[in-house]
């Protein structure tokens, strides 16, 4: 597990609890080396995210991934080239090893081709939530063994950035059906796709619109409100959910603008700069994502996303009772799709386990 | 020689006076997946603001939308010829999370319309028939896909036998320019591989001079045409001003041949092929309608078209065309095909004599 995890609870607070008394210190100690160990520590076992891309084809979704890590994670191809789009939805997953002064990052990306391409995009989002259980599945048994690995292998999705297209009216109704039904599984961040199409003005009024109609159906995106842990937390995090949704704008060839190499679109009429703040919000979806949030991603995913399946399964399997410990993210839907997976219950040795943890909350 | 001078070389130009007395009409369909820019091009198009009153139905009303037709109709005038256009608008289409059949209901509309044409004409007062149907359908693509996506080739396979189709590019400032070949290229390969008809344009004549015949070449090359529409005035770097959209990194000019296939598109919509596409939706695609309609009636299994078209009869005429007698729809038949007979001999006529008095102006000059 993650070194660097907090407490499991999201409602722990940080300020000393009523019966440790501060104390005063006389000289120095050295207590502050403890963050430099736990550099160290986790310098050593490098990070992991994953990342899911969702989208209509040809909203930039690739080209926004090799823009955002500035790699070639994924070919990304002109209209007209390359792979005729699918015709059921399918997940493509792609691993990378990157390394930046020191700090390795085990970064796989998520692809979903084929998303609401089809004349009928029913329940096209199905095989997305099935894809995310899964993967919270597979973390959940090698939780539950007697043995455990030291490092359990996390390839649970930490984030959606959900690509919606630039129509500049508002959310349609497929982005409205999925975002209600993921924002309960995953944190998801809706970024406004190929925002060079929009003035400044238009942008203003698609996001304000955005962030009514996310309202009006109750969708609660990242950073969600409930989670701000205290009031710098929440200063922050306001400021980015005024903004969301981001209007992006993707690029991965470079041109020279007065003198400096950017990442560009070059059109005949000027090229726009990614990196512009004047031209789309790209830095600050970046910020977002990897230098601001990236841990925050992976916090919210482990204590409250993990948490709920963990609990759900284990209500499914009758284990254990629905104690304080449920974090109600939303009401409960009612088709959230039981996962199909190995068994509910678990085999013999590991139910004495369980029986045990049973015992003592009876206590 | 005033002997050998008869007179009806003013033929060309009664016709004229008489079209200009009566005016145009024209039907114009706009198709397409909503937020492609449709209602800005057509403001852009006919400088009108034909959209004024519109308001964007919420995200909430949207989910439970079907597909409506919308008709707008407005006159407009310059150098005083009149025309009046129709717009026929499709919200919702492609809307919703289902949008299995959202084409039937355009079909339909347009069956409707050939068949209310079809009612006139076979009808006893046709001093004034309406010509509802529609001359030509505007689809619009998306610059976002990857080519035309299976909703629009399904709705292209339902209605390119029935309408005039121009595919359109909307929003096309997204795109650098080696996306928009790139993006005409597949679709014109998809349109070739899915056999779908889109509206040809003629070749035009061989003594036609070199720079219109350079313009039509182009046209043709550009097809589909990736537009942008813009119906307000800016200022551009301290030039003059022209219609366009402005970006932080720059002005996209809608009236710019480097920018964007407006221009293009507006020269063959109003200034050189408008005439035609009532033509050919007249002679081709309504004569196919008809001839299919008026064989199903010889056929026995009849009855349940007489009954359907019944109940989609809205105003009241005299005898509801099914129950006409075959002989009578057999002399109407002949009848017409004499008319177009005449008429085409007549159109032959007078473009002999336009290129004879030509041809005698080009030597008066010289002399």
């Not at chain 1, 390359?82 to 493509?92: E, F, K, R």
């Not at chain 1, 039904?181 to 619109?209: M, Q, W």
């Not at chain 1, 410990?325 to 039981?338: I, Y």
């Amino acid at each position: 597990m993650d070194p660097l995890r907090q407490s499991p609870s999201p409602s722990s607070s940080r300020a000393s609890s009523p019966r440790t008394l501060p104390c005063e210190m006389l000289g120095y100690v050295g207590i502050e080396a403890v963050l430099d160990q736990l550099k160290i520590k986790a310098m050593k076992m490098g990070f992991e995210f994953n990342i899911m891309v969702v989208g209509q084809s040809g909203l930039g979704k690739s080209t926004m991934v090799n823009t955002l890590f500035k790699s070639k994670m994924w070919k990304s191809t002109m209209p007209g080239l390359g792979v005729p789009t699918p015709q059921t939805l399918q997940l493509q997953s792609v691993t990378h090893v990157i390394e930046e002064s020191g700090v390795k990052l085990k970064l796989t990306v998520t692809d979903t081709p084929g998303f609401g391409d089809q004349i009928n995009n029913d329940k096209c989002w199905d095989p997305i939530l099935g894809y995310i259980n899964e993967q919270y599945e597979q973390y959940l048994q090698e939780e539950i063994l007697i043995t455990r690995q030291r490092h359990i292998p996390d390839t649970r999705v930490h984030c959606c950035v959900y690509f919606v297209p630039p129509t500049g009216h508002c959310l349609r109704p497929l982005d409205i059906e999925f975002l209600q039904r993921l924002c309960r599984t995953v944190n998801v961040v809706p970024v406004i796709a190929r925002a060079d199409s929009l003035t400044i003005e238009e942008r203003e009024a698609f996001r304000h619109r955005i962030q009514e109609n996310l309202k009006t159906h109750g969708i609660e995106v990242y950073p969600q409100k409930c989670f701000d842990e205290d009031i710098n937390d929440k200063i922050l995090n306001s400021k980015i959910r005024e903004r969301i949704p981001f209007a992006v704008v993707g690029a991965d060839r470079e041109h020279i603008v007065n003198g400096r190499c950017v990442l560009g679109r070059k059109t005949k009429w000027g090229i726009i700069e990614v990196e512009n703040m004047a031209h789309c919000e790209f830095p600050l979806l970046r910020d977002l994502l990897i230098r601001s949030h990236l841990q925050d991603l992976k916090d919210i995913t482990h204590n409250v996303h993990y948490e709920n399946y963990r609990i759900f399964r284990l209500n499914e399997s009758h284990v254990l009772p629905r104690g304080p410990g449920w974090v109600n993210l939303a009401p409960a839907p009612a088709s959230v799709p039981a996962p199909a997976g190995p068994q509910a219950t678990p085999g013999p040795p590991k139910v004495g386990w369980w029986a045990k943890d049973n015992s003592d909350e009876e206590c | 020689m005033d002997k050998e001078y008869v007179g009806f070389a003013t033929l060309p130009n009664q016709l004229h006076r008489k079209s200009v007395k009566k005016g145009f009409d024209f039907t114009l369909m706009v198709a397409g997946e909503s937020g492609l820019g449709k209602s800005t091009l057509i403001n852009s198009l006919f400088l009108t603001n034909l959209y004024e009153d519109r308001q964007v139905p919420e995200a909430r009303a949207r989910l439970t939308q079907t597909l409506t037709i919308e008709c707008r109709g407005v006159e407009i005038e310059e150098g005083g010829i009149k025309v009046k256009l129709t717009l026929v608008d499709t919200p919702g289409f492609g809307d919703s999370v289902d949008c299995s059949d959202c084409w039937l209901p355009v079909v339909r509309f347009i069956e409707q319309q050939f068949e209310q044409y079809l009612r006139d004409e076979s009808g006893l007062n046709r001093k004034n028939i309406q010509d509802s149907r529609v001359h030509c359908c505007l689809y619009f693509i998306s610059p976002f896909g990857r080519g035309l996506r299976p909703l629009d080739v399904a709705f292209l396979r339902a209605v390119h036998e029935k309408v005039n189709i121009i595919p359109v590019i909307g929003k096309a400032d997204a795109l650098m320019p080696k996306e928009t070949q790139a993006l005409k290229q597949k679709i014109r390969e998809q349109l070739q591989e899915e056999e779908i008809n889109i509206y040809q344009f003629p070749d035009c004549d061989s003594d036609e001079d070199e720079d219109f015949k350079r313009q039509d070449a182009e046209m043709k090359e550009s097809i589909p045409f990736a537009v942008v529409g813009s119906c307000e005035v800016v200022r551009d770097g301290g030039t003059r001003p022209v219609r366009g959209r402005c970006y932080s990194w720059g002005t996209v000019e809608v009236e710019n041949p480097h920018h964007c296939d407006f221009l293009n598109l507006r020269r063959m919509l109003v200034q050189t092929h408008l005439q035609d596409l009532k033509e050919v939706t007249h002679d081709l695609l309504y004569e196919g309608y008809r001839a299919r309609c008026l064989q199903s009636l010889a056929r026995p299994g009849a009855r349940d078209r007489a009954s359907r078209s019944k109940l989609s009869r809205q105003s009241a005429t005299e005898i509801p065309l099914p129950m006409l007698p075959l002989a009578d729809t057999e002399k109407l038949i002949r009848e017409k095909d004499e008319e177009l007979r005449r008429m085409q001999e007549m159109l032959e006529k007078m473009q002999a004599q336009m290129q004879q008095s030509q041809a005698q102006g080009e030597q008066s000059d010289a002399l």
